[in-house]
């Protein structure tokens, strides 16, 4: 929490195209149940923007907010949008050994991570789920960078290296063998949205009549790789009607399995440029915006044509910047 407390999340467009799929994904929950009276509860950093929006959006009017900086709670009181917020200078651990969570009407609580502490992470993760019950909706966001793990004295032993270190932190939610390919940054956010799962299939142990539907998975970079995952706690009998109400079989994004995350990755353009593309949209695909532009908006041709393919997906999700004079 405090280690996010100066990053200006709202102008990072990857995090920001996440934030607007999750409110998606909640309004098409909706459809299953009252998304209005559920209770929010996340780590809101010093402008509280998520909060703003799933407000704003959903009509969401019971939030808590966690954050255990005191100087970064001291801005969240100075910049408190909306009084239906309850500010708690506090850690999400002291947070869940203290809160009993309301079975009546319902809770989505958001663990976004800024440290790379993932062992106690995934421990807050089962005890979380611990917590939960019918119908509450999880989502935790986690750092995915292999970086993390650290750098050995020796260069070209960097991959055995942080994958002996990973085995250590994952511990029991981690699979039997963890490998040199478990760490290679492509397949860092696979290993770690395993583990994630695991631990909320952890947290069910004890009550064997619900089960984790998982819903999204994405990875995105604004700086680090980071990885999210959202799923819903369900009596198994209810899944099938859940499915079918809420209509999410049909949502480009869902991921019923989570198995392999989603990757949010788009090109950053000009007013200009984004104008043009968009007015090419929807029937235009990546190979066709290349063609009209006639040059790369990356580096190379093939991460240009990757992320296209991306904006040609979440466009809709895309933020506009702007200057404003108030």
């Not at 309301?102 to 958001?110: A, F, H, K, T």
């Not at 939960?132 to 032993?157: C, Q, Y």
């Amino acid at each position: 929490m405090s280690q996010g407390g100066s990053i200006a999340y709202h102008l990072r467009q990857n995090k920001a195209i996440e934030r607007n799929l999750f409110v998606d994904l909640l309004g098409r929950v909706g459809r299953y149940v009252n998304i209005s009276s559920y209770s929010y509860i996340g780590f809101g950093g010093p402008f509280l923007e998520d909060f703003k929006h799933l407000h704003s959006a959903l009509r969401i009017s019971k939030m808590i907010s966690l954050e255990m900086d005191s100087n970064v709670f001291k801005r969240q009181l100075f910049n408190k949008p909306l009084s239906c917020i309850s500010l708690r200078n506090e850690s999400s651990g002291d947070f869940l050994n203290k809160f009993e969570f309301d079975s009546d009407d319902g809770s989505i609580v958001w663990f976004d991570y800024a440290n790379t502490d993932i062992t106690s992470q995934l421990t807050e993760t089962q005890r979380l789920i611990e917590k939960l019950g019918h119908g509450d909706i999880f989502k935790i966001t986690v750092n995915a960078s292999p970086t993390a793990l650290g750098e050995p004295n020796v260069r070209s032993e960097t991959l055995a290296f942080r994958a002996k270190v990973l085995a250590g932190r994952l511990s029991s939610y981690g699979p039997a063998e963890i490998t040199e390919d478990s760490v290679a940054t492509k397949n860092y956010p696979k290993t770690l949205l395993a583990a994630i799962m695991s631990a909320a299939k952890h947290g069910l142990a004890g009550d064997p009549s619900l089960v984790v539907q998982p819903l999204a998975a994405f990875v995105y970079s604004d700086g680090q790789q980071m990885l999210t995952v959202t799923g819903i706690l369900l009596h198994e009998n209810e899944i099938q009607n859940f499915l079918e109400q809420s209509r999410l079989p049909f949502w480009s994004f869902f991921n019923p399995t989570c198995v392999v995350p989603t990757s949010i990755s788009v090109p950053v353009l000009s007013t200009r440029e984004r104008v043009h593309i968009e007015s090419l949209l929807p029937e235009a695909g990546a190979d066709d915006i290349q063609r009209a532009l006639d040059y790369y908006t990356a580096s190379t041709e093939k991460i240009s044509k990757e992320e296209m393919g991306n904006f040609v997906n979440f466009y809709r999700m895309f933020p506009w910047y702007s200057r404003v004079v108030l």
